[in-house]
């Protein structure tokens, strides 16, 4: 089994900025890509940034230029660093990833538990 374990949500006022942190642990043999996904009230989970483990990395319109997000594979981390942030960028912020347990094994899809951002005056 693998977790997924988040952390670095908050409030913060608009123009700030927060750092998300994601640590996979447990029966982590290889991960894939990873990602950043945020679910806003009403609203679909929609991918935020992902990142392959080569580093190849897509970005959602709305935060390209704002976000950036990185890994750590030695540490089987992903992180995803928030600049200029707006009230539309509230949402509760999941981290994803893709894991291999063992050499053999195909990939699962790993979700971590959430966290709320809030960007609010």
């Known amino acids: 089994q693998v977790q997924l374990v988040e952390s670095g949500g908050g409030e913060v006022q608009p123009g700030g900025s927060l750092t998300l942190s994601c640590t996979a642990s447990g029966s982590v043999f290889l991960i894939g890509v990873m990602g950043w996904f945020r679910q806003a009230p009403g609203k679909q989970r929609e991918l935020v940034a992902s990142?392959?483990?080569?580093?190849?990395?897509n970005y959602r319109d709305s935060v390209r230029g704002r976000f950036t997000i990185s890994r750590d594979n030695a540490k089987n981390a992903v992180y995803l660093q928030m600049n200029s942030l707006k009230p539309e960028d509230t949402a509760v912020y999941y981290c994803?990833?893709?894991?291999?347990?063992?050499?053999?094994?195909?990939?699962?899809?790993?979700w971590g538990q959430g966290m709320q951002v809030t960007v609010s005056s």
């Open positions: 990142i392959f483990r080569r580093g190849d990395i």
């Open positions: 994803n990833a893709d894991v291999k347990e063992s050499l053999y094994s195909t990939y699962w899809e790993y």
